[in-house]
């Protein structure tokens, strides 16, 4: 679902595009700029931040000139650097499990498109990538960007290369497969039922060579102060998704959230309903997704879940999570085990 409301411009960083433009010829990158719309400002690049319907037409143009696989020319350029304050501050986390609720929490500054939901499976964890603004298979190029920039931050934290990762694709093999696969370290999987990348789960708590503390906090406060401005020009719906997800234990009401966003909670409740929906079916939507994490961790009884996620009663956790599955949550649980 687009959670994008009518009449709203995703605003996309143009930092990638900016790298893009500066490895191509001269009279090809201003040609594409004139295709685009957008100034040719040489050297000091473009402005910070370009919608997103203008940089899906620099991908038209880019497939045009450089074919399907343009991407996979330039992507050894985009360095840890080129991520900004979010690429150094999952890359000095002390370990892979901070780094991963970094990308989680942050992910919008660089990919506002995408939003990432960890759950454990097993012996993996998986990071779900969801499409948040139905870009679909004919922008693949962008997902296929987002999961490369995933197992370029994650390689820095792990220290070497990683090759028991997975990375999967809701859609078909491309044309430029032989390609990709030169650029994935572990193994690729296509038609799969969601856009995933999975890792071992016993990489969680392993120390990160490249942890630094100072560097890691300074990265963090940049981050948060980047995801703040960004928050401002995004969906509602997203927003307040965001917020329950990065809550805790305390999980923010509907006023609180109001408060945080300085408007009235009336405001809010209207703003949620242009967009087609509510604080209580987004926290519903929250907790049933978390209630799906926590489940997988077989270190933590059913009680135990349903009092991380703010039910004091289990019943009514249980049958909560009926209305959301359609099983109960030992049922659910008996069939993760036999996967």
């Not at 820095?156 to 290369?161: D, E, F, L």
């Not at 997800?245 to 409740?269: D, K, M, N, W, Y």
């Amino acid at each position: 679902m687009n959670n994008t409301p009518p009449g709203t411009c995703l605003l996309v960083p143009s930092t990638y595009l900016n790298v893009i433009l500066r490895n191509m010829e001269p009279a090809l990158a201003r040609q594409l700029l004139a295709d685009i719309g957008l100034p040719d400002l040489g050297a000091e690049g473009l402005q910070d931040a370009v919608p997103l319907e203008q940089l899906q037409a620099a991908i038209i143009s880019l497939r045009r000139v450089m074919g399907d696989d343009w991407y996979l020319q330039i992507i050894h350029r985009l360095n840890l650097f080129a991520h900004g304050s979010l690429g150094v501050a999952a890359a000095t986390s002390p370990d892979m499990n901070t780094a991963i609720s970094v990308l989680e929490r942050y992910i919008t500054i660089r990919a506002p498109f995408v939003r990432l939901v960890r759950r454990m499976d097993g012996t993996r964890c998986l990071l779900e990538v969801i499409d948040e603004a139905s870009l679909g298979e004919a922008w693949r190029d962008l997902l296929e960007i987002v999961m490369l920039g995933i197992q370029s931050l994650l390689e820095q934290v792990r220290g070497s290369r990683l090759g028991e990762t997975q990375i999967e694709f809701a859609f078909a093999p491309p044309r430029y497969l032989d390609s990709l696969k030169q650029h994935v370290q572990g193994s690729v999987v296509f038609d799969a039922p969601e856009h995933s990348f999975s890792l071992p789960r016993s990489w969680m708590e392993q120390a990160s060579p490249m942890f630094d503390l100072a560097m890691h906090r300074a990265a963090l406060a940049r981050v948060e102060a980047e995801f703040e401005a960004v928050a401002r020009r995004i969906s509602v719906v997203t927003l307040v998704r965001r917020t329950l997800t990065s809550s805790g234990e305390q999980v923010p009401g509907l006023g609180e959230i109001a408060r945080s966003q300085h408007i009235a909670p009336r405001t809010l409740i209207r703003r949620l309903k242009s967009e087609g929906s509510s604080y209580q079916g987004i926290l519903q939507e929250v907790r049933k997704q978390q209630a799906i994490e926590l489940l997988s961790d077989a270190s933590l009884t059913v009680k135990q879940v349903s009092y991380l996620l703010g039910y004091k009663d289990p019943s009514n956790f249980g049958r909560a999570f009926a209305q959301w599955t359609g099983k109960s949550p030992g049922a659910y649980r008996k069939e993760l085990r036999r996967q």
